[in-house]
C-alpha cells in the first residue's frame, strides 16, 4: 500500500524537505541532526538519532539540509506465519505504551495491533511461537476499571478455549500490576500461563524493553509448565535477563526505569535470559500446567464490588475522610503506618475509631495493610492494632494495599461478607507469604 503523500515543508527556498526525511537542522548557535516529524505552527520537530524528540523554533533556524529523503515504499508486512512445531500463543492488545509501534514516515509512535505488526515490531517472536492476536481494548492503563478486567478475562477465556497453549496481554505499565492480581483471582481454574507485559519505552526509542519483554514472555510460555497468571518485565536496567513475577505480589516501583517492576515481599518465579534464552526457576511450588490437561479447562468467577475504597492513611486527617469512604462504600483497606496503625487513638482521633466500629457493626468490611509496603503487619505487638482487631478490622498480613484493595473487590463481588472477612486474610492466589523473609526484601 503507498504510504500517503507526505506533506511538503518548505522553510525557504535553500531548504525543501518532507516528514520523514534525514536532515540536519541548522540555527545561529547549533546543528542538529534528525527526522523531521509532523510538527506545529511555529516549531520544526525533530526525532534526534538517540530517539529524543525535539522542537526547533522556525525562526530560528538558518537552514536545513536533507541528509536523504524518506522512500515511499510499498507496506511490506511478513505475513504471521503458521509452523505446526510451534505452540500458539494469542498476543491481547488492551494498549499502554507497548502497543506502540514507529510509524517511518512521520517518525512518531502509533499503536499496530494485528500479528503482522507484531511480528514487523519483533521479528524474532515469529521463530519462537505461532502468533495470533487480538484488540480488546487501546487505552492507558491509568484510566482501568473493573469492567475492562471482565473484558480482558472474558477474551482470555475465550482464547484459551480455542485451544491456545498460552496468552500475552500488552498493558500499559501504570496499573499493570492491579490488572495481573485481579485476573488472577478471576480465574479459580486456569491451565495455561497468562502473562502481563508492559513496556516503559515507547518502540521508537533505542532503549525500548517492549521486544525483549515480548520475547522472553513467549519463550517461558514455549519452555515451560507453568500454568496461571504472572507479570513479565525487565529485572535489571540492562537488556539481560527479564523476570517472571508473581501476580499478586508485584509491584511497579519507578516511574521510568526498565526494571520497574518488583515481587515485593517475594521473590521472582523465574528469570528468562534473553541472550541464552534458559529459564531459572527460582521457585518450584508455582502452578503448574497438569500434563494433558486441556486449556479448555477455565473456571472464571468475573465479579466485582464497587463500593471498594482504598484510604492512605496520613498525620493530620480530618474525619470528614473516615465519613466519606464508610459512607460511600461496602469494603475500605487501610494503607495504614508501620505495623497497620490509624489515627484513631487520642481523644481528638477517637471519632474516626467511632466511625469505623460502626461502619463494621453495620456489615461493613475493613481490611489493614501497611504503607511500608516490605514487611507484614500485625495486631498484637501494640494495644492500639489490639483496639482496631477487637472492632472486627482484618488483618491482611503482608498483602501489598493495591492487592487487597482488588481482592477485597472480587470478593463480594462474588462471595458473601462472612466468605469475604474469612478470606481477606489468608492466601488464594499467593497473595500472603507464611513468613517474611530478608531475601524478599531485596536488601532495602
Ligand atoms: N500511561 C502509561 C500506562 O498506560 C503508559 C505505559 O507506561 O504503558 O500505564
Redesign the pocket.
Known amino acids: 500500500m503507498e504510504r500517503a503523500q507526505r506533506k511538503v515543508l518548505i522553510l525557504s527556498a535553500k531548504s525543501e524537505f518532507r516528514e520523514g526525511d534525514s536532515v540536519e537542522v541548522l540555527t545561529e548557535e547549533n546543528t542538529f541532526r534528525g527526522t523531521i516529524m509532523p510538527g506545529r505552527e511555529r516549531f520544526l520537530s525533530l526525532k534526534l538519532n538517540n530517539g529524543y524528540n525535539m522542537g526547533i523554533e522556525k525562526d530560528k533556524i538558518k537552514e536545513v539540509r536533507v541528509i536523504n529523503r524518506m522512500k515511499a515504499v510499498k507496506e511490506q508486512k511478513r505475513p504471521a506465519r503458521e509452523r505446526k512445531s510451534l505452540k500458539c500463543i494469542a498476543v491481547l492488545h488492551t494498549?499502554?505504551?507497548?502497543a506502540s509501534k514507529v510509524n517511518y514516515e512521520t517518525g512518531g509512535v502509533s499503536a499496530g495491533f494485528s500479528a503482522e505488526d507484531l511480528i514487523e515490531l519483533v521479528p524474532e517472536l515469529s521463530d519462537i511461537v505461532n502468533i495470533k492476536t487480538e484488540l480488546v481494548s487501546n487505552?492507558?492503563?491509568?484510566d482501568m476499571n473493573f469492567s475492562n478486567y471482565r473484558k480482558i478475562a472474558s477474551a482470555v477465556k475465550k482464547q484459551a478455549e480455542s485451544g491456545v497453549d498460552g496468552v500475552i496481554i500488552g498493558?500499559?505499565?501504570?496499573?499493570?500490576a492491579f490488572t495481573a492480581a485481579a485476573l488472577s483471582f478471576m480465574f479459580e481454574k486456569i491451565s495455561i500461563p497468562i502473562l502481563v507485559v508492559?513496556?516503559?519505552r515507547s518502540s521508537d526509542r533505542g532503549s525500548s524493553d517492549s521486544a525483549m519483554n515480548l520475547v522472553c514472555a513467549a519463550e517461558f510460555i514455549r519452555q515451560s509448565d507453568f500454568a496461571g497468571v504472572a507479570v513479565c518485565m525487565h529485572s535489571s536496567l540492562s537488556d539481560d535477563k527479564c523476570a517472571i513475577l508473581p501476580a499478586t505480589k508485584t509491584r511497579k516501583l519507578h516511574t521510568s526505569r526498565r526494571d520497574a517492576f518488583k515481587a515485593v515481599n517475594d521473590k521472582p518465579i523465574a528469570f528468562v535470559d534473553f541472550v541464552t534464552r534458559k529459564i531459572e526457576f527460582l521457585k518450584t511450588d508455582y502452578h503448574k500446567r497438569a500434563p494433558g490437561v486441556k486449556s479448555k479447562d477455565v473456571a472464571l468467577q468475573d465479579g466485582f464490588e464497587e463500593g471498594i475504597g482504598l484510604l492512605k492513611v496520613h498525620p493530620n486527617m480530618s474525619k470528614g475522610l473516615f465519613e466519606f469512604f464508610t459512607g460511600s462504600y461496602k469494603g475500605i483497606i487501610i494503607e495504614g503506618t508501620g505495623m497497620g496503625h490509624a489515627p484513631t487513638n487520642t481523644e481528638e482521633n477517637l471519632p474516626n475509631f467511632n466511625i469505623l466500629k460502626r461502619f463494621i457493626d453495620n456489615g461493613g468490611v475493613v481490611g489493614i495493610t501497611s504503607q511500608c509496603i516490605y514487611g507484614r503487619v500485625h495486631p498484637h505487638i501494640y494495644t492500639n492494632l489490639r483496639r482496631l482487631e477487637n472492632i472486627g478490622c482484618v488483618f491482611c498480613e503482608d498483602m501489598l494495599p493495591e492487592t487487597a484493595l482488588i481482592k477485597l473487590a472480587w470478593l463480594l463481588g462474588n462471595y458473601s461478607r462472612e466468605k469475604a472477612v474469612e478470606l481477606l486474610p489468608k492466601s488464594l492466589r499467593g497473595e500472603i507469604t507464611e513468613r517474611t523473609t530478608a531475601e524478599n526484601d531485596h536488601g532495602i
Do not use: F, K, R, V
Open positions: 494498549g499502554g505504551t507497548i487505552m492507558m492503563s491509568e498493558h500499559g505499565t501504570d496499573t499493570l508492559g513496556s516503559q
